[in-house]
């Protein structure tokens, strides 16, 4: 406890230069906080929500991510609304896929980390480098992994050196790889790359490429109970994140409302796809 003079005031770490990490920071400072050094007891096992698919396409001059709503804890539906698609920055998006709790709170502190980046060397980190951060983050948690609790998510974005839009995905030990056209992740992910790569084409606009992400995941809930597809009657639709040089949209209900009828409409008489 800080006494006499120094009551009130910041530690010195606070206030020396550092690296631009804030994650190197808390890990140095406070390492407690951050969820990779939580440890279950040996022997211990522990069921949590995980969530499940999420989908991401390119178009001309951008992605799209999505990810369904639902969650589920062994064969029960844990949550029919849970977010898993977040802005990373202002040109990126994460979806996660894995143990619901640590993911969340793993994106979340890959916000800061971007954000804490901007502010120290004042400059935007390239697509590249976000990438690699999150890979770094991942790693980190490949201790927890090993007791069930692993996090894979999904990471797009806006290059603004090379004008397109890019997609990684990883591994749990934090192996990052750039996937190219399309991709996807979860327990629908199978389903659900077979619908992108029948509906997927170049030239598509952001417009085309978010129907395309509603078809792959309406697939992907028609074979795996863990994907949750757009829930008409309770009005629970996907989420949909649009990166381009305008930076991260979301799409509003309204706009998925009229999607997800038309995608719907379509399967009537041919629930399957056949083409």
């Known amino acids: 406890m800080t006494t006499g003079a120094d009551a009130g005031r910041l530690p010195a770490a606070y206030l020396s230069a550092g690296s631009s990490s804030f994650t ?21 096992t522990l069921e949590a929500p995980h969530g499940t698919t999420i989908v991401t396409a390119t178009f001309d001059g951008g992605v799209v991510m999505a990810g369904d709503r639902r969650a589920t804890m062994g064969n029960l539906i844990a949550n029919r ?31 800061v980390e971007l954000e804490h980046y901007e502010k120290i060397e004042g400059t935007l980190l390239s697509l590249e480098g976000k990438a690699n951060r999150l890979a770094t983050m991942i790693r980190g948690n490949l201790g927890m ?21 890019r997609i990684f995905s990883y591994d749990v030990t934090g192996g990052c ?13 199978l389903f659900a790359r077979g619908a992108l790569k029948k509906v997927w ?16 995941l309406y697939d992907a809930a028609d074979d795996d109970s863990a994907t949750g597809g757009p829930d008409v009657g309770r009005r629970i639709w996907p989420t949909v994140a649009v990166v ?32």
């Open 24 to 44: 190197e920071f808390v890990g140095a400072h406070a390492p407690s906080l951050l969820p990779s050094r939580r440890t279950l007891p040996t022997g211990s």
């Open 81 to 111: 609304d849970m977010e898993k698609v977040f802005a990373g920055d202002e040109y990126s998006a994460v979806g996660i896929a894995g143990t619901a709790g640590i993911a969340i709170e793993l994106v979340k502190l890959f916000q």
């Open 145 to 165: 992994a090993m007791q069930g609790l692993s996090v894979v998510p999904l990471f797009a974005g806006y290059d603004l050196d090379r004008q397109l839009g």
């Open 177 to 189: 790889y750039e996937e190219h056209d399309h991709h996807s992740v979860g327990s629908g992910s």
């Open 201 to 216: 084409r170049p030239g598509l606009t952001a417009d085309q490429v978010v129907s395309v992400a509603i078809e792959a």
């Open 244 to 275: 381009g040089v305008e930076g991260v949209r979301f799409v509003s209900d309204e706009e998925l409302r009229a999607v997800v009828e038309e995608v719907i409409a379509a399967r009537q008489g041919n629930p399957g796809g056949a083409r």
